[in-house]
């Protein structure tokens, strides 16, 4: 690929124990261009999630990133930045949006607060300019601007993460990392809001990192998908080459697992 | 279905009052569940699922409307112990469902020694082996464990295990799935299919995914704000979906068939609607088809 957005190389994470090491991530690497919606799935433990927050450097002891590992944004090397570097990364190059992002709020500030905090401490908004800028904001996720004035138990579980994702967008981030940012939520509501992404991506021109257990929303929704397995990444794709031709063992089990409205029922064929 | 069903709702009405408000968890809803089968009842959160199943298991009254058990109404003081050995429930959290002090076999012998109390320890201690060999885990290395030192998906199946260990008629499962990895989840599926036929077990299977529902179920009910707004045989009404919520649901359900962007069903376009009018109280009822009703949607 050529002048990748992200481009993560030989990354190795180890969560370091008392007498042996976790291996989370073994050695993987793979690039997201600009624009792109990439997907990364796998089970509980493969160490998705801890990609994820070392792309911007969340990641906190005992989660060590070992030598050799390479996470370039933008041309940058993220894991040689300092502090003050970092404060630049994070929001305004790359966002993200956690999985209990609905929890994510604090209760005791009202959503206006909220967006002020972000846009103060990034790039020293005044109040009443925050908060045009936050209604803006909000109506990209078809959220009223009087919504405002609310506290974060004053709307839905779905509307508070639109919220976040609006939030998520206050600075123009390049990168979106969502990390199953809709399992908490019903069907409906998850497909309200990855196809309000979906457009935003094509009108604002961000990438998604979006990270999910649950393949066939990762195939209905991205442009590429890598998928992991105890810490590798075992297969990277286009969406529908993976869906349509599998080629690792791995990936095939993910898809007969997984029970759909046209597929075979219990008891029928080999699934039982 | 003619043979009488095991268990039954009646009307049955359940209303929630808080502060001056009032959610209307369940409104006059019937359903059967008969041996051998599995009935799927299918919404969103606050659809009033979970509260179909704490009336069965008669964790709550209903206001109105009654509970039948082999055709008879069940009495309020009624035998609880006798019915809890009949109806048993599998919960959604593998994590929070077993006590982390007990042991597996803890668990497996409290339920026998409540409801079977002439069983000597020898014949406890076989029976709880026996139901942990029916889930496909291996008694000699499960029964000394705690729960911590077990997978969510084992831990499911623990759960299981301790439902039949009373040898009930009636499981109710209360998204028995939905907690545990997708690699696992059809093989709880699977174990629960295989003991419905070989125990001619009644399931009631609660869940907010319709595809596994479908995987599982012969009948399926769609709920949405405390009343049933569609049910039916499994096929026809997901074959042939009439109520606007129904279609809604299947509309949204991940297919990997049909991408984003390209052209929306018609009920995403329509959500607010359907959720509003779906919601409104509708007491007529309209058999659309040899065995699928629906309660149409006001309009």
Redesign the interface.
Known sequence: MSDPLLSIRNLSIDYVGATSDFHAVKNVSFDIARGEFFGLAG??GCGKSTIAFAISRLHRPPAIIRKGSQIVLDGRDVLTLDDAELRQLRWREVAMVFQSAMNSLNPVLTIEDQFHDVLKTHTGMSRSAARARAAELLALVDIAADRLSAYPHQLSGGMRQRVVIAMCLALNPKLLIMDEPTTAL???????I??RI?KLRQELGFAVLFIT?????M???SDRIGIMLEGELVEVNDAQAI?RSPQHDYTR??W??????G?????EGA?? | MSETPILALEGVSKTFHRGGSAVHAARAVSFALHPGRTLALVGESGSGKTTAARLIMREYRPDSGQLLFRGAAVEAAGDLRAYRSAVQMVFQDPFSSLNPVHTIRQHLERPLRLHQPNLGAAERKAAAAEVLARVQLDPALILPKYPHELSGGQRQRISIARALAVNPEVIVADEPTSMLDVSVRLGILNLLNDMKRQMRLAVLYITHDIATARYVAEEIMVMYAGQIVEWGETDRVLGNPQHPYTRLLLSAVPDPDRRFGDARPAELEQIETIRRQSALEQTEIREVAPGHFIRPMPV
């Not at chain 1, 019903?186 to 309200?192: G, L, M, S």
């Not at chain 1, 007969?256 to 409205?261: D, G, H």
């Not at chain 1, 597929?263 to 008891?267: D, F, L, Q, S």
């Open positions: 089970e509980s019903d069907v409906v509501v998850q497909r309200e990855l196809e979906h257990h649950d393949l066939a929303l195939v209905q929704v869906y089990k993910l007969a697992s997984m029970p759909r409205l597929g075979e029922r219990a008891g699934a039982s």
